[in-house]
């Protein structure tokens, strides 16, 4: 069953196209990162998500509610991270859980103290005080007391330092794994993603390139060095084909005997080809290229 | 309810402690001053120049209740524009409209006990050295500063939840051509009949600020 649905979702700024007609739902159980790059529209996606912007047209369903009017019902099964992870900054550690607790009937409070304990801070030190990373902790903390079905993770590893950013990763895996959530999540940092998510959803300006499991593309997704004595021939099999030095490159989900057929159809001679396994961050930059 | 109004508190209770100092500072002011003033020029003189020449006794709080209305519309709201916090303050499983209403509410019913208890003490101290009709003259020029209060506020709410610049100062502009027709230099009493409009135009600015949290909602930019 699709706890996300989003359909013909097309919207613009003033009239700079951010997507045209984008769909893609994700399953229950699923931990869905969304790639891009700066500027792609990640977070345009959370705000359509969420409720947060009208997109010009198209409709999104999250627990099977339009995202426009979604009922405190829906709201208390959905946790929201927001970029940055922004919080109440004027409450202090303890005043934050009692105002949360009285809206969720279902309120775990041992699991927000459970995940502070190894924090440095006092019960009364105030949000405003706290570092990115101690802020992140708080933000998770409350994500787990709230238990909701679905985690919506705006950037979460934006000012995080590579400590907390592990940290952040290690207990959302162990959560989302045991508790069978749903997660969709966007990071500018991908590593972190690579330890995380299930499916991926890769975007390019004004589109979506690529909705596919992670495992697909870490597997099957290859980058090819190789001279050639002609500029080889533009397919879709191959991705973001360019000469690096003297080298070239090229990245394809195609086996390497088929690459190496699809640079030599143009009558050109291919030599010094090597196929290289991809981190899901190189990946990345093969399917949507360096700048 | 009880969420959003501790919320309301724990944001702007230093705020509201620090209004109440002040309302108290200048009410303490005015009687000392009124007091002295009989004192040194004799009751006749006095009484002559309040009734003669329309002298205010209250005039000194006239700009303190629209100050704190628009300084609490800011302590309370420009945190949650910040950042944009209000998504996570409309997030909450509670019906966006009922939310907002809990929020202008609290700051709506902070000002109108502060400014109530504020002019309660104000007449009950003048009206042991002052006649009835002085007393009430005086509580007729200070009720348009006081309502003025509670439209800084609501204005204010307004402005600040309004997600763009150029409709903000738009809002500010219109906020504060319509809360100067409150200051004019009228003879006391002047806006008695004013005051059953100035009330429903009160009710009308309430749902000003939703109109802006709805337009943050659709994410207009």
Redesign the interface.
């Known amino acids: 069953m699709a706890i996300i649905q989003c359909e013909n979702i097309t919207h613009y ?1 003033g009239n700079r196209l951010i997507y045209k007609n984008i769909s893609f739902e994700v399953k229950r159980g699923k931990i869905l990162g969304l790639l891009g790059k700066n500027g792609t529209g990640k977070t345009t996606i959370i ?1 359509i998500l ?5 997109p010009r047209s198209g409709v999104c369903r999250i627990l099977g509610e339009e995202m426009e009017h979604l009922s ?2 829906a ?2 099964r ?1 946790g ?1 991270l ?1 970029e ?1 992870h ?6 202090n550690i303890e ?1 934050i859980e ?2 949360y607790s ?3 009937p279902n309120w775990k409070r041992e699991a927000y103290y459970e995940l502070l304990k190894k924090l440095q801070v006092a019960p009364t030190q105030k949000i405003s005080t706290m570092s990115c990373g101690q802020r992140s902790q708080i933000a998770l903390g409350l994500l787990f007391a709230q238990d909701p079905e679905l985690l919506i993770l705006d950037d979460f590893s934006m000012g995080l330092d590579p400590g907390y950013r592990r940290l952040f990763v290690e207990y959302l895996r162990e959560y989302t794994t045991a508790e069978n959530k749903t997660v969709f999540l966007t990071s500018h940092i991908i590593q972190d993603m690579e330890l995380l998510i299930d499916d991926c959803i890769v975007m390019d300006y004004g589109r979506l390139l690529l909705h596919e499991p992670t495992a697909r593309i870490t597997k099957n997704f290859r980058r090819f060095r190789f001279q050639a004595t002609a500029t080889p021939p533009q397919t879709p099999v191959l991705w973001n084909t360019e000469k690096v030095g003297h080298t070239w490159e090229t990245y394809s989900f195609a086996p390497a005997e088929e690459v190496r057929r699809e640079l030599t159809s143009a009558g050109g001679e291919v030599s010094r080809f090597v196929e290289e396994k991809l981190s899901l961050e190189d990946a990345f930059i093969g399917l949507t290229g360096k700048y | 309810m ?2 959003i109004i ?2 309301e508190w ?2 702007t209770r230093r705020f509201v402690l620090l209004l109440g100092v002040l309302f108290a500072a200048l009410i303490t002011y005015i009687f000392l001053w009124s007091g002295q003033m009989m004192e040194a020029s004799g009751a006749v003189i006095i009484w002559e120049t309040i009734i003669g020449k329309d002298m205010r006794l209250v005039g000194y709080i006239k700009y303190l209740p629209p100050a704190a209305g628009i300084l609490l519309a800011i302590v309370q709201f420009a ?1 949650e524009m910040q ?3 209000l ?9 966006e409209g009922k939310m907002m209403c809990g929020m202008l509410g609290y700051g709506f019913t902070v000002l109108l006990a502060l400014f109530s208890l504020s002019c309660a003490i104000l007449m009950l101290g003048l009206s042991v050295r002052y006649a009835h009709e002085i007393v009430m003259a005086n509580f007729w020029v200070s009720l348009p500063w006081f309502a003025g209060g509670l439209f800084t506020y609501l204005l204010g709410s307004w402005t600040c939840l309004e997600p763009v610049w150029k409709q903000r100062i738009f809002n500010a502009v219109t906020a504060a051509c319509l809360v100067a027709t409150l200051y004019t230099d009228q003879m006391s009493g002047a806006y008695a009949t004013y005051l059953p409009y100035m009330l429903a135009l009160l009710a009308v600015c309430f749902f000003f600020s939703l109109y802006s949290t709805a337009r ?4 207009v ?1």
């Open positions: 700024y705000n969420t409720g947060y912007l009208k405190p019902a709201k208390s959905i929201l927001l940055g922004i919080q109440h900054s004027y409450f005043q009692k105002f009285q809206f969720f | 009880n969420a501790y919320k724990i944001k945190p950042s944009k916090r998504k996570l303050t409309l997030h909450l499983p509670v019906n943050f909602k659709d994410g930019q």
